[in-house]
């Protein structure tokens, strides 16, 4: 049997691949959870930092500043370490762990993890809106200030709007980006894919028969891994494509009436 | 209508308007004229509260206005045309000018699109009811704001050059359609403009606005044949050609 054949007999293994598919889960889940949080607390980081200028609240404003600037420039993977090693998390009755189908250590790690990358994302993402909302034009706000609309309502119905057509590229990439981050977890913990991949290698003398671990190991499961990735993100960016087609053609359709 | 009581505006230490008294009455159309940089956009915005006085008080109808009272008191007292349009570009022109009515006055999505559909037509652009304002030209794009403006039916109307950002030839179809608005007694206007041929036809008042004071107010007549201020005589000697 020739090396690379051993290799490839790992994903023939049951056991191996629910092992891995998990993993592919809980990046899926960690991703998800990460990007809505951040995008949201983002949105309001932003929205802080932009519109909270006068008075008392410009105390606010600067702890967004000081937020935003801190985890911005600072790597993922610092804030990864840190809250992976030393996050406090309270401790989860193994029964609610059960409940998902998940061991309290797995429920802890996706906690951590997530709370590690909203960290890092929500400061990205809110320099993004921040983008967004200040590429709309002054002039709308003084048309709905002058129609009778409050702050809030013309954020709502005027600007927001505007803002999140701005920033859809940007943010997409953003959200492909967060999806690639997950993998910093891979130095880590066994919890998302890569870092179960990596274990994989590590163990794949266990499943190949071989005596040592060899290049085509590598070559197979990072292959996967690359596989698993780029079908994921693709979709992503393909699905936003078409969206924004759509939305562009009807916006044409409704110009050549 | 609008009272404005000594009103004093400065953006940082630069003082622009130095004491404005003055008293638009229901119903009037005042112009107002005055160099670039006089102060005549901060006066007219000072009466929607676009911007708020250092010192001094506004009025509009009854109401003090306030920060806090400005949504209040525009909602159902004014609407304003500005020298760049401002028009919501997300929005078609139906939904730009159904968004104020029905969110604000809570007027259904029906009615909302029959009162918006009748100013449409009165400027001529109901054929642009499903069309994304970007796709018009600048004359009828503001033909839109005034429409848009006129959805909210509220007696005043405020307009701040509302020709200056326009191609020549698309000045006057503008202008025709505020010299149609000015027929109607109901409405209290305040115009902010160049247009010299406008004043003279439509105006009750005109006011020269210049570093930051009324220089000179009086009838189109009394303007046009005999300024007393000299900085207003110069002021029209180089705008009428
Ligand atoms: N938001 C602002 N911040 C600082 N200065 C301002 C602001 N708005 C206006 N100014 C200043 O106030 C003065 C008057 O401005 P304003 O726009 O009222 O003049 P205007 O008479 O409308 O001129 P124009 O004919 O050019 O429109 C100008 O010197 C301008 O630079
Ligand atoms: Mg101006």
């Known amino acids: 049997m020739t090396e690379l054949q051993a290799s490839l007999l790992m994903l023939s293994n049951g056991g191996l691949m629910s092992y891995f598919f998990k993993g592919v889960a809980f990046t899926i889940i960690i991703a998800i959870i990460a990007i809505v949080i951040g995008f949201v607390f983002g949105s309001v980081l932003a929205l802080v930092r932009n519109y909270c200028v006068s008075g008392p609240q410009r105390i606010l404003k600067w702890l967004a500043v000081a937020y935003i600037e801190v985890f911005r420039n600072t790597p993922l993977m610092l804030w990864i370490f840190i809250c992976l090693v030393s996050f406090p998390v309270p401790s989860i009755p193994v029964a609610w762990a059960e409940a998902i189908a998940l061991s309290t250590t797995e429920v802890q790690l996706l906690f951590k993890s997530i709370v590690a990358l909203v960290l890092f994302t929500s400061s990205v993402m809110a320099e993004i809106i921040r983008g967004g909302l200040n590429s709309v034009d002054k002039g709308q706000f003084e048309a709905g200030y002058s129609q009778g609309f409050t702050f809030v309502q013309v954020l709502l119905y005027i600007v927001l709007p505007q803002t999140i057509r701005a920033i859809v590229p940007t943010m997409l990439s953003q959200i492909i980006t967060t999806i690639k981050d997950t993998s910093y977890i891979a130095n880590i913990a066994y919890i998302e894919f890569l870092g179960r991949v990596f274990r994989m290698i590590q163990l794949a003398p266990m499943y190949t028969g071989q005596p040592t671990q060899n290049v085509s190991d590598v070559f197979v499961l990072c292959g996967l891994a690359c596989a698993i990735y780029f079908t994921i993100n693709f979709a992503i960016s393909l699905l936003v494509r078409s969206l924004q087609k759509r939305q562009k053609t009807v916006r044409v359709a409704y110009a050549a009436e | ?241």
């Not at chain 2, 006066?43 to 400005?70: A, C, D, F, K």
């Not at chain 2, 027929?183 to 005109?206: I, L, P, S, W």
């Open chain 2, 1 to 241: 209508m609008i009272r404005l009581i000594d009103v004093h505006k400065s953006f940082g230490n630069q003082e622009v308007l130095k004491g404005i008294n003055l008293h638009v009455k229901e119903g009037e159309k005042l112009v107002i004229i005055g160099p670039s940089g006089s102060g005549k956009s901060t006066l007219i915005r000072l009466m929607n509260y676009l911007e708020e006085p250092t010192s001094g008080q506004v009025y509009v109808h009854t109401h003090l206005m306030s920060h806090n009272r400005r949504a209040f008191i525009n909602k159902i007292h004014s609407a304003m045309v500005f020298q760049q349009f401002n028009l919501y570009p997300h929005l078609t022109v139906m939904d730009n000018l159904t968004l104020g009515p029905r969110k604000l006055k809570k007027v259904p999505k029906r009615e909302a699109e029959e009162i918006a559909m009748h100013y449409l037509k009165r400027v001529k652009l109901e054929h642009k009811a499903n069309v994304y304002p970007t796709t018009l030209s600048g004359g009828q794009q503001q033909r839109i704001a005034i429409a848009r403006a006129l959805t909210m039916q509220n007696r005043v109307l405020l307009f701040d050059e509302p020709t200056s950002a326009l191609d020549p030839e698309m000045v006057q179809e503008v202008l025709d359609v505020m010299i149609g608005l000015s027929k109607e007694k109901n409405f209290t206007m305040v115009v902010v403009t160049h247009e010299m041929g406008f004043a003279r036809e439509v105006a009750d008042r005109v006011i020269f606005l210049d570093g930051g004071v009324i220089l000179e107010e009086g009838t189109p007549e009394h303007f046009f044949k005999n300024p007393q201020n000299e900085r207003c005589k110069a002021f029209l000697g180089k705008i009428i050609r």
